[in-house]
């Protein structure tokens, strides 16, 4: 891993490491030990300072369990389909790998209730090569039941 991927990609990521690594230069050559302590930790301030304000952080989907996402079970199965393309478009993004973990949740989830509908069209569907830009709803009969 290079010492860019360390710091981020981001404008001025490489002013960064050079500025870490003046600083640490001169602060050995001036104040010894102490010096090389504030030195790191002034870039690591810099640094965070930069990846905190000018980050190419892709804004996630809803975490699953959230408020803004309904339920899988109750979402109808056309609805079902489109969150399994939705959620596959959000896996092509840039994402924190914590929202990553919570889109692949929320796709597990989403076929384990087009599965639990209707096994057999979730099969066929499976069988047909299940393409990640497939809806899956077009092979699976049922829906949410009603309250």
Do not use: I, K
């Not at 500025?19 to 690591?44: H, K």
């Amino acid at each position: 891993m290079s010492a860019r991927g360390l710091v981020g990609r981001g404008p001025g990521a490489p002013g960064v490491v050079v500025l870490a690594a003046l600083s640490l230069v001169v602060a050995v050559l001036v104040g010894g030990l102490a010096g090389v302590l504030v030195a790191v930790a002034l870039a690591g301030l810099t640094t965070f300072a930069l990846r905190t304000r000018g980050g190419r952080a892709v804004p996630g989907p809803a975490v699953p369990g959230s408020p803004l996402l309904t339920p899988v079970a109750e979402l109808s199965t056309d609805a079902l389909g489109r969150e399994w393309l939705r959620t596959a478009g959000a896996l092509g993004a840039e994402l924190e790998p914590g929202t990553r973990q919570h889109v692949v949740r929320r796709r597990q989830d989403t076929l384990d209730e087009l599965e639990r509908r209707d096994p057999a069209g979730f099969a066929r569907w499976l069988a047909d090569g299940a393409r990640v830009d497939s809806d899956p709803a077009s092979w699976v009969r049922g829906d949410a039941p009603q309250p």
